[in-house]
């Protein structure tokens, strides 16, 4: 079973970043489609950003030109840097990786993500 586990979240004013990190148990990055998704209290959760195994990109309307995914076969970690945050950033983030070879997805714990000042 693969393990995916964030890190990075925090408390940040607004205008401030973070950078997100999401590393997996083995190998898998090179297999997968990945992405970051974000659900707020009493909201669907959403897909933030997504990369899949060309390299190719892909993020919401709401954060384009703030935020960056990247992704690190070697190292099995994929990263959010987020920057110029806003207030309705602020959610819990999640990691996800989707493996339809093998019929698997999995998701991390979560990292809670608040933009205050």
């Known amino acids: 079973q693969v393990q995916l586990v964030e890190s990075g979240g925090g408390l940040v004013q607004p205008g401030g970043s973070l950078r997100l990190s999401c590393a997996a148990s083995?190998?898998?990055?090179?297999?997968?489609?990945m992405g970051w998704y974000r659900q707020a209290p009493g909201k669907e959760r959403e897909l933030v950003a997504g990369i899949i195994f060309s390299g190719r990109t892909n993020y919401a309307d709401s954060v384009k030109g703030r935020f960056t995914i990247s992704r690190d076969g070697a190292k099995n970690t994929m990263d959010l840097q987020m920057n110029n945050l806003k207030p309705e950033d602020t959610a819990v983030y999640y990691c996800?990786?989707?493996?339809?070879?093998?019929?698997?997805?999995?998701w991390g714990q979560g990292t809670q993500v608040t933009v205050s000042s």
């Open positions: 083995s190998n898998i990055f090179s297999l997968t489609s």
């Open positions: 996800n990786a989707d493996w339809p070879a093998a019929g698997r997805t999995y």
